[in-house]
């Protein structure tokens, strides 16, 4: 269906309410995998980080890793979520290339958390409270790469497997329907997706990076009429990767089944892939229920016994709610709804609390984390965090400002030299010389020229029109290399023009 064919989300809003729901799946940061003793890391050459049971070999034995079970309990907690003091796993029965068990160990009727809720801050600060059912541990399958076409299954000449994420530990966490978002149901479906990225980076389980596939949206929809007392037919659209994408993902379901139930035609309950390039969603295969994946108790693992002790240890470690610290970090900085929101969107609010407490100012870490570092990574087409500059970097490169020792212009540059690998700021402008010149003998030999030879400027400046000392000001930077103090030119021109009388 072309997406100019599709009705608006007021148009849908009109005869419909939506009904959403979401699985995220969090890839725990332990230090080895969730059932073998492999090392749990990211980027490593392609099946090298496999033991016997993460390849399914005969014989093999799992064993559960402790680390990923007390990062389950943290986030259940975190979720407000109640702990069961006895939890067990089980086997998920399907055939996929990369999960050579062809099962999967994961958490059925028995879940380790379950009956929990989340408070999720819209953009004008207004709160909604989304209901968790359950959070299970489970492992995640290895990645398939398809070789020819458009890198799709459909259509590739052949599939690579790599069998290093296979085992990973995971936690999934399952909402309850959603109901009564309306016209907000895609807003809140990128703050619900960016709430539990923040809760699992505070509790360090997890570096929660979309972009590298340890943090994954599933994204469950439906439309069901005005006054209907039943949830209509819902569709799941698999692993989104982006914050955005799940905002337009939503949008888009909502606006596709919309026209499909004014024909008088049905939504089919499936599967469906987003595609961003196109901001459109296409069918996958149709949704299995819990029947079809013939779960039963995994036999090679004893079940789980959480006692009160264990849950006080963990509880009392709990760090601050994100809304709530949000709150806190806004009134403490000093910004405008509009900039904080903007940092919140942009992520680099933990960038920007490292940079103050590194000894920044709050309006300082703001300006270049929001400015010239954000401008170098969408430059370098890379996240913001992988662009190289850290928060010691930009707390150096302001107390260097602060010293007079540069100026805004030597620190753009200087940030570009960082990126490079050329070291932290100090380092960089003392082996580039790139010190502003405030010696008054250079300066004012610079001024001298620079007067001479703009005689109109001159004159326009002494008959009255002081603004125009900015137009001799730009040619004595230009001729130390932007390297000149600009406050001493300043001072130095209205001297030498008799300006103070």
Same mark, same amino acid.
């Given at each position: 269906m072309a997406t100019k064919q599709l009705p608006s989300i007021d148009e849908a809003l009109a005869a419909f309410d939506p009904v959403l729901g979401f699985e995220v799946h969090v890839e725990l940061n332990t230090a080895t995998k969730m059932f073998s003793s492999a090392p749990n890391g990211f980027g490593e050459e392609p099946n090298t980080s496999v033991t016997e049971v993460d390849l399914g070999l005969p014989g093999a034995l799992p064993v559960v890793s402790f680390e990923a079970v007390d990062y389950g309990i943290k986030l259940g907690l975190a979720l407000n979520c109640s702990i069961a003091e006895t939890c067990r796993f089980a086997r998920k029965h399907y055939f996929y290339p990369d999960l050579p068990k062809n099962f999967q160990t994961s958490q059925f009727d028995e879940p380790i958390a379950f009956d929990g809720w989340v408070d999720v801050e819209l953009d004008d600060g207004a709160i909604f409270r989304v209901e968790i059912e359950?959070?299970? #541990?489970?492992?995640?399958? %290895? &990645? #398939?790469?398809?070789?020819?076409?458009?890198? !799709? +299954?459909q259509g590739a000449e052949h599939a690579l497997a790599d069998y290093n994420r296979s085992g990973i530990p995971l936690v999934e966490i399952v909402t309850k329907p959603i109901v009564g978002a309306g016209s907000r149901a895609p807003e809140l479906a990128r703050a619900y997706l960016m709430t539990i990225r923040d809760i699992v980076r505070s #509790?360090?389980?997890?570096? /929660? !990076?979309?972009?590298? %596939?340890? #943090?994954?949206?599933? /994204?469950n929809v439906s439309l069901m009429p005005k006054h209907a007392d039943h949830f209509g037919t819902r569709t799941e659209t698999k692993n989104i990767n982006s914050m955005r994408a799940v905002k337009h993902a939503v949008t888009y379901e909502m606006q596709r089944q919309a026209a499909l139930l004014a024909e008088g035609k049905t939504v089919t309950q499936e599967t469906r892939h987003w595609h961003e390039a196109t901001r459109s969603t296409t069918a996958g295969r149709p949704k299995s229920d819990a029947d079809d994946y013939r779960y039963f108790p995994e036999p090679d693992l004893v079940p789980i016994h959480v006692d009160q002790a264990w849950i006080d240890r963990l509880s009392a470690a709990l760090p601050e709610p994100p809304h709530q610290r949000r709150k806190r970090l806004k009134a403490t900085w000093g910004y405008s709804d509009e900039e904080f929101r903007d940092v919140v969107s942009a992520d680099v609010m933990d960038a920007i609390e490292e940079t103050i407490a590194a000894g920044a100012s709050p309006a300082a870490a703001r300006k270049w984390w929001m400015g010239e570092i954000a401008r170098l990574a969408n430059h370098a087409h890379v996240?913001?965090?992988?662009? %190289?500059?850290?928060?010691?970097?930009v707390a150096e490169l302001d107390g260097l400002i602060q010293q007079n020792i540069i100026n805004d212009t030597i620190a753009r540059q200087v940030l570009g030299h960082i990126v490079a690998g050329e070291g932290n700021p100090r380092e960089i402008v003392e082996n580039r010389s790139m010190a502003v010149v405030s010696d008054d003998t250079a300066l004012t030999r610079a001024v001298d020229a620079v007067i001479e030879q703009h005689p109109d400027v001159v004159a326009? +400046?002494? =008959? =009255? &029109?002081?603004?125009a000392i900015g137009a001799l000001i730009g040619p004595v930077m230009k001729t130390t290399g932007g390297l000149a103090d600009a406050g001493r030119v300043r001072q130095i021109i209205i001297e030498k023009l008799d300006l103070n009388g």
């Open positions: 359950r959070a299970h #541990l489970e492992e995640d399958a %290895g &990645k #398939l790469t398809h070789v020819g076409g458009t890198g !799709r +299954i #509790l360090d389980i997890s570096d /929660a !990076r979309m972009e590298h %596939g340890n #943090l994954r949206c599933d /994204a996240p913001i965090a992988d662009i %190289g500059i850290n928060a010691e970097h326009k +400046i002494v =008959g =009255g &029109k002081t603004q």
